[in-house]
């Protein structure tokens, strides 16, 4: 034997072992808890679903199950088009297998044995070599395909997920009432504009809901409005619009030396607001008191604001230059010539999640082939009877073997139908 054809031989071995170990069981189970971990991480920490090493962990796994399900493949196809598989030649070797004789011919028992397992909706495959009779019965060709499913529909799954994280997008919007956002993530911008917002009591006065009225705008036209609510999204175009959280936006008037407004924002507490017309400095309210009286206090206050003010904190090149308290209409200095930033009333803005996930769909049908999958898997066995009829001494002898769900079960019935026909 040559060098070269000896080479080859170990090539071909070397690329067998690879392909055996990628399309392993082990190696699916060990990615399957890799994953699992690198996800209970990711719920803490969202940026390792965009990580290098997580999605080359999922094309890992990918690779694995495909190479698997390539394995499995022939033997399934043979399966669900060929029929059942050809009598064993040691029959005698499986569980439940027995031998019998019978005083009738072996076409006699043949066809009571046939009769039988059509009434049993098993799938038949007849034939003669020499004179042994062979049939060969086989039910419940779709539970072997469970498995397969459950590989393609993690496949669908794993899919869905990058493409969702590699174009979709998500975030979360405060909007005032009567304010808009325009949403430019996608091929189509559209604006978001709030137009009310309010609140659901039950009877004893706890919170019920909250409702945000929201219209989608194109073009400079309402296309869409729909009241949100937390479990009621608004989807438009597969864009989905979430109630997320609710609070107090600031009005806000910026002005510059000479008294001129520069700027005009609702800004919500704890949001911070960089100023036009003066580089590098930005305005924090921290928060919104009602009433002066009941702060130190820190009591709810019901009913008309008395005394409103806005705590603040004022940066200049990223540091607290200043802060402090200003009543509603009150001017905060921004320093010499600087200007003044005015704070002048107050309107509730709604929190709303803006949410495209493209692969959705993907992850959908992957959970449902999934389930199928399980399903064919869990309750639907594959079962498989082997009967090798000879002739033996004017008479017949019967061997019997069987494989999977209720096959010794079947075979005890067959067994009785033998005996009593002889």
Request: hydrophobic share 40%; net charge positive.
């Amino acid at each position: 034997m040559s060098y070269r054809t000896v080479m080859n031989d170990r090539r071909k071995w070397e690329w067998k072992q690879l392909w055996l170990f990628v399309g392993s069981m082990r190696l699916g189970l060990m990615l399957l808890l890799l994953l699992t971990g690198a996800m209970a991480a990711g719920t803490a920490l969202p940026a390792i679903y965009r990580s290098g090493w997580y999605n080359g962990l999922l094309g890992l796994l990918c690779l694995n199950l495909v190479c698997c399900s390539l394995r499995r493949l022939p033997a399934w196809r043979r399966l669900t088009w060929d029929g059942p598989a050809a009598v064993p030649e040691k029959l005698e070797h499986m569980p439940g297998s027995y031998r019998v004789s019978a005083t009738t011919s072996p076409a006699e028992v043949a066809e009571r044995c046939e009769h039988f397992l059509r009434r049993q909706n098993m799938r038949l495959k007849c034939q003669t070599a020499g004179p042994v009779r062979q049939i060969c019965a086989d039910k419940g060709i779709a539970g072997s395909w469970g498995i397969l499913l459950a590989h393609v529909s993690v496949l669908l799954i794993a899919c869905g997920a990058v493409w969702g994280s590699w174009y979709g997008y998500t975030m979360t919007v405060k909007l005032p009432v009567g304010g808009a956002y325009t949403v430019t993530a996608g091929q189509e911008p559209f604006a978001v504009r709030l137009h009310q917002f309010s609140t659901e009591y039950y009877p004893d006065g706890s919170v019920s809901d909250w409702i945000s009225d929201i219209g989608i705008e194109t073009g400079g036209r309402e296309v869409l409005r729909q009241a949100v609510k937390v479990n009621h999204p608004l989807e438009y175009h597969g864009v989905r619009l979430y109630q997320s959280s609710y609070g107090t936006a600031i009005k806000t008037v910026v002005a510059d030396a000479a008294g001129q407004v520069v700027q005009q924002a609702a800004v919500a507490e704890q949001e911070l607001l960089s100023l036009t017309g003066s580089p590098n400095m930005a305005i924090l309210p921290v928060g919104y008191v009602p009433d002066s009286r009941h702060f130190r206090d820190q009591l709810p206050v019901m009913g008309q604001a008395k005394n409103p003010y806005v705590l603040y904190i004022l940066y200049n090149g990223g540091e607290a230059q200043s802060w402090g308290a200003a009543a509603l209409g009150q001017p905060v200095a921004l320093g010499p010539g600087g200007g003044t930033v005015t704070f002048t009333g107050t309107v509730p803005f709604s929190g709303v999640q803006i949410k495209h996930d493209p692969g959705m769909s993907l992850v959908w049908l992957g959970f449902v082939l999934m389930t199928v999958g399980f399903f064919l898997g869990l309750y639907v066995r594959y079962r498989c009877l082997w009967l090798a009829i000879e002739p033996d001494q004017g008479g017949s002898c019967v061997r019997f073997g069987g494989t999977g769900g209720q096959a010794e079960e079947l075979g005890k019935k067959l067994r009785a139908i033998i005996i009593q026909g002889s």
